[in-house]
């Protein structure tokens, strides 16, 4: 694994910081209207993909999610403005305009979803790292769920098949407690989610969710390990959302004081305090990096609002492979 030292410490913490101003800016770009649907805030999950990409292989490992997807791609090098375009259904997004906030997708930088069906890309990772098996590639597919999808059959009969067949795959559950507003003691009768892996013996972790340096570690070695052909791994990443499920949540399932709980172990406070700690940089270092990112966002926001707006022909353009459309009379 690549050394973790005060540069890597303050990439996170750029990284980090950046992505929650993004999603905060997300937050009031549709208090205005200005981008529309649905809209899934990733608030205090930071440190997952800051941990993961830290681990893999950029240019050859993939990594496909569900619907709370904009920031996972920027980890993997997806240009933060045509993400915010994509979410203001502009040209430039990374799906013309067309899919939205819970369809980003980028096969440049081997990221595969953002998929709205609750558990829907499980299978499709393992379909993924079935193909990389198959053709002899070194890829291993990142996989991640909410807590919420593990009670989809599909979840099941993937561990079940990615066992069988030895497949290259890193199944991560991002279990942020909530699914939509159900908890996991009320949909579950079990209630440690890691023990779902066992009972495919596919090894099985739980990981500190709020700290990127011990997902660093932990999905270091289950990479490798998928990497050497000995099949995949389960991590049960214990984090916290501190928006709600999407922006129509009223959260009435829990309590402030809850939040303020989970909010004192913030990832990006936490980062912030052991650079602090270890004096590889000044408060004002990492203040002038807080105001350069608001700037970087606003940028963004600039690029999306200039850009136009997609047209019936780029829908078709997009949607279909086949440029003859017979079956079509508009």
Request: aromatic residues 14%; hydrophobic residues 35%; positive net charge.
């Amino acid at each position: 694994m690549k050394k973790i030292t005060e540069k890597t410490y303050f990439k996170w913490f750029k990284d980090m910081s950046f992505w929650r101003k993004f999603e905060d800016k997300c937050r009031s770009l549709y208090l205005k209207q200005k981008i529309k649907g649905f809209l899934h805030l990733y608030n205090g999950q930071e440190a997952i993909p800051a941990g993961i990409t830290h681990s893999i292989n950029i240019g050859i490992d993939n990594l496909i999610t569900a619907y709370r997807c904009h920031i996972l791609p920027m980890s993997m090098g997806v240009d933060p403005k045509m993400i915010m375009a994509e979410l203001m259904g502009k040209k430039t997004g990374t799906s013309k305009g067309i899919g939205g906030s819970m369809h980003i997708f980028s096969k440049k930088y081997r990221f595969y979803g953002g998929h709205g069906i609750v558990g829907g890309q499980i299978p499709l990772g393992a379909g993924i790292a079935f193909a990389d098996k198959y053709f002899n590639r070194e890829s291993v597919t990142i996989t991640l769920m909410g807590d919420g999808a593990i009670r989809q059959g599909s979840l099941h009969e993937t561990f079940n098949m990615s066992m069988l067949w030895k497949l290259p795959i890193v199944f991560i559950c991002e279990n942020n407690k909530y699914a939509m507003g159900t908890s996991v003691k009320r949909s579950s009768n079990i209630n440690d989610i890691s023990k779902i892996g066992l009972s495919y013996e596919m090894p099985t972790f739980s990981v500190n969710g709020m700290n990127p340096e011990e997902i660093a570690k932990i999905v270091f070695l289950a990479v490798e390990r998928a990497r050497k052909g000995k099949g995949p791994t389960f991590l049960d990443v214990k984090t916290y959302r501190y928006r709600g499920h999407s922006m129509s949540d009223s959260e009435s399932y829990r309590t402030k004081e809850e939040i303020l709980f989970y909010k004192e172990k913030d990832p990006i406070i936490y980062v912030k305090n052991y650079i602090l700690k270890n004096k590889w940089y000044t408060e004002k270092n990492l203040n002038f990096v807080e105001n350069k990112v608001k700037k970087e966002v606003e940028f963004c926001v600039e690029f999306a609002e200039k850009s136009k707006l997609p047209s019936l022909d780029d829908m078709y353009n997009v949607v279909y492979d086949e440029t003859n459309y017979p079956f079509l009379d508009y």
